[in-house]
Each structure stands twice: as structure tokens, then as C-alpha cells.
């Protein structure tokens, strides 16, 4: 703010309006505001404070109509309990007036196991009362006239944020019933997660089941197991040795879990070349198995391999006199890990209970059967195009 510009300028509350206003300008004038009433009265009309009020709701919605949302880390927080008591006052307030937002609240909450809390009172209070009661708690007790300032410019930075951080939801449905969150076609059978939580269409399967599918549905992410973590290993480096990239590279499987003992090894040709040798190993570098190939591109392994075992394995092509191992240091090794039979046992009955492809997808991600869980959570987004829930899975576990 120039010195010897002491109020805004129209343009400027214009700018201040529609969140055009870079976030230092506006912050400078958000504190002129707060002492002057004409430039006050410049942004958001008449004083009295019902006119402020409808100025300010005016604000919350921008220019092309979008509506203002929590963002979902906000969300998640509020479900969680991780804020203080300003905080979730002013949260329960927008969430009294915005069932997107309740409903979404509501869903993460009832997807946390045993928990069910009840997020707001019953009866709504009106707006500007909730309003009232947040600046009359004891540490924020001010003036009548500076409260209402004080809450003037909250909205107003309400107004801004939603402009740049909110999140769109589906607007709430109609019907007596609860709204849906999510509504899914998955095989022949449908899939769905209402505002409450209510999870349907995964009956009879183990609540530890259903409470993962819940989950994944309301917050449409799947989180990255450790087991995965532990195959994929940074590369190796020498001293004065800065690698290159090779002709050509294994496919699958690395870092991964697999629950077939005796894996199918696949990895890209190799231009000119007329063989190939793969060879397994332990961690402890010990030949498990080995085979040369004379054409293809892909090995079934001949043996079992020990259920709860962690392999690597490489590719040598012959090349005329030259032979191209890979991968080879400094690239990391290409591990994958043989799951154990308890978790196998398990999966195997939960393939008798259901051909879900989101049930399905979701479990063999949570025991990191990274190419199983893309396959069935594929076919779920391909026949649910207009979701972007399944996408979203689907896009996380292609990201490990």
C-alpha cells in the first residue's frame, strides 16, 4: 500500500472481491479494513450487518459458480479430531450449512474402525449465532463493533481460500434416503457408500474386509505397504561410477509381492540378441535356479519358491561375443517377494466369497500385489468411467 494511498480504490475492492488480489496486497488491506469502515463499506456494501452478511455469503461463491468446499486433508482432520476448539468451531459451522462437506466428514469418520462420532448437534444454529458464539469464547472476547469486523474479514478470508483450495463434491441427493457418497457397477452387482457411512453391497465378507473398503471409498486413496517399502531399494553407487542406462530392462516381476510359487519372469527384448540366461537368487546372493532361453522374452520359474521368501533375479542376453546383464549395479535389484501361506490361505478364501473387482483390488494392494491389484482395479475403472474413485486407486498403486 503506497503511502499517499490511504483507502482502496474501486478497482481495487473489485480485485479484493473476486480473489484477484495477490495474497500480500490483500493482507495489507484486510488489516486497513479492520479499522476503516469506508473502505469496508468500499468492498462489501452497506454496514449494517445483515447487509455485510449477504455481501459475504455473495463472496463464497466465485465468479463461474463454483462452490465453496473444505479441502479433504481438512476433512480428514476434522474426522480425526486433530484440531482445537477454534478450529472445529469454525468447521461446524461451514459443515452445518454444507451437506457435501458433512457428508464427507461423516463418511471418513464411520470408515475409522470403532469409531462413530457424532460430529455436530442435531439442530443447527443460525448462522451469524454460531458466529457470535465463536468470537464470544473467552479468548476471543471482543468489542461489538470489532467482533463484527472481525468476522466480516474471517469470511472474506473464507471467500478467498475457496477460491483456491476448495474441493468440489457431489451435490446431496434429494430422496428420503441418504445422499450417496460413491455408487459403483462392479461385476453385476453395485457398490455403494451413503453420506452415513453405510457401506452395501459386501455382505457376508469379514468386517476387517469391509471396514478396508469403507475406507478406500471415502477417502478414494489406497495407502503404499510397508513390504513394498522394503523391496525397493535405493541403487547402488561407487565411488567415480555414474552409470548408464541400459538397452534394455526387466518388466515384472520387481518390487512386488506374488502369490503364484513359480512366477512367470518377463523383460523387454534386446535388439539382436539370440539368447537369454535368468537366473534367481536369495538375498544371500545364492543361485536358486537358472535357465538359458534361446527366443522370447518371458521364463516361468520351474520350481516352487519358498512362501514368505524374498528373491531377485536377473537377465543376461548374448549378443554375438557381447553379453548385457541386467539389472546390474549400480541399478537397484529387481526383487519381488513370494507371499506366505497364511496370507494366501486367506486371499484364496475371500476369492470364494466374492469376484468383486474393488474388494479384490483392495486386498491384494493392502498385502502388496502391486500387478494383481492394477489388473482387477483396472477392470473396475473401465467400467466405471464416470467415477473418478476407482481412477484414483487405481492411479495410487501404479504410483508404488
Known amino acids: 500500500m503506497n503511502a499517499e ?43 449494517t450487518l445483515a447487509a455485510v452478511g449477504d455481501r459475504l455469503v455473495e463472496a463464497l461463491i466465485s465468479l463461474d459458480a463454483k462452490e465453496f468446499h473444505l479441502s479433504m486433508p481438512e476433512l480428514q482432520r476434522f474426522a480425526r479430531g486433530e484440531m482445537d476448539e477454534a478450529d472445529r468451531t469454525i468447521f461446524e459451522s461451514h459443515l452445518e450449512d454444507c451437506p457435501a462437506c458433512r457428508g464427507t466428514a461423516e463418511s471418513l469418520a464411520a470408515a475409522r474402525p470403532g469409531r462413530t462420532p457424532e460430529l455436530l448437534p442435531a439442530q443447527p444454529q443460525p448462522f451469524w449465532h454460531r458466529i457470535a458464539r465463536f468470537w464470544k469464547e473467552p479468548r476471543f472476547a471482543l468489542p461489538a463493533g470489532v467482533a463484527v469486523l472481525a468476522a466480516c474479514i474471517f469470511l472474506g478470508w473464507a471467500a478467498w481460500r475457496g477460491g483456491t483450495t476448495g474441493i468440489k463434491h457431489p451435490g446431496p441427493s434429494t430422496s428420503g434416503e441418504a445422499a ?55 541403487p547402488i553407487k561407487f565411488m567415480g561410477q555414474t552409470g548408464s542406462a541400459p538397452p534394455f530392462a526387466v518388466i515384472s516381476p520387481v518390487t512386488t509381492v506374488v502369490g503364484d510359487q513359480q512366477p512367470t519372469l518377463r523383460w523387454e527384448a534386446l535388439s539382436g540378441a539370440t539368447s537369454y540366461t535368468v537366473a534367481v537368487f536369495d538375498p544371500q546372493f545364492k543361485l536358486v535356479t537358472k535357465s538359458r532361453i534361446p527366443t522370447g522374452t518371458e521364463w516361468r520359474v520351474p520350481i516352487p519358491l519358498r512362501r514368505g521368501a524374498i528373491y531377485f533375479w536377473q537377465v543376461t542376453a548374448r549378443k554375438g561375443e557381447l553379453q548385457v546383464t541386467i539389472p546390474a549395479a549400480p541399478a537397484p535389484r529387481a526383487e519381488f517377494k513370494v507371499l506366505d501361506s497364511q496370507t494366501a490361505t486367506d486371499l484364496e478364501k475371500a476369492r470364494t466369497l466374492t469376484d468383486s473387482h474393488l474388494v479384490l483390488g483392495i486386498l491384494y494392494a493392502q498385502q502388496g500385489l502391486r500387478l494383481d491389484a492394477e489388473r482387477e482395479l483396472d477392470a473396475l475403472a473401465r467400467q466405471n468411467p464416470q467415477s473418478s474413485v476407482p481412477a484414483k486407486l487405481l492411479s495410487d498403486v501404479r504410483s508404488w
Open 180 to 234: 450417496l457418497a460413491v455408487s459403483l457397477r462392479d461385476g453385476s452387482a453395485e457398490i455403494t457408500l451413503d453420506k452415513k457411512g453405510t457401506l452395501g453391497g459386501v455382505a457376508g465378507l469379514d468386517p476387517a474386509v469391509i471396514n478396508a473398503v469403507r475406507e478406500a471409498l471415502a477417502s478414494a486413496g489406497l495407502s503404499k505397504p510397508q513390504v513394498l517399502s522394503e523391496l525397493s531399494g535405493p
Open 5 to 47: 494511498q490511504q483507502h482502496l480504490s474501486e478497482q481495487q475492492a473489485k480485485e479484493f472481491r473476486q480473489r484477484k488480489m495477490n495474497a500480500d496486497e490483500k493482507a495489507r488491506w484486510e488489516r486497513h479494513m479492520a479499522g476503516c469502515h469506508d473502505c469496508l463499506e468500499l468492498v462489501y456494501g452497506e454496514k
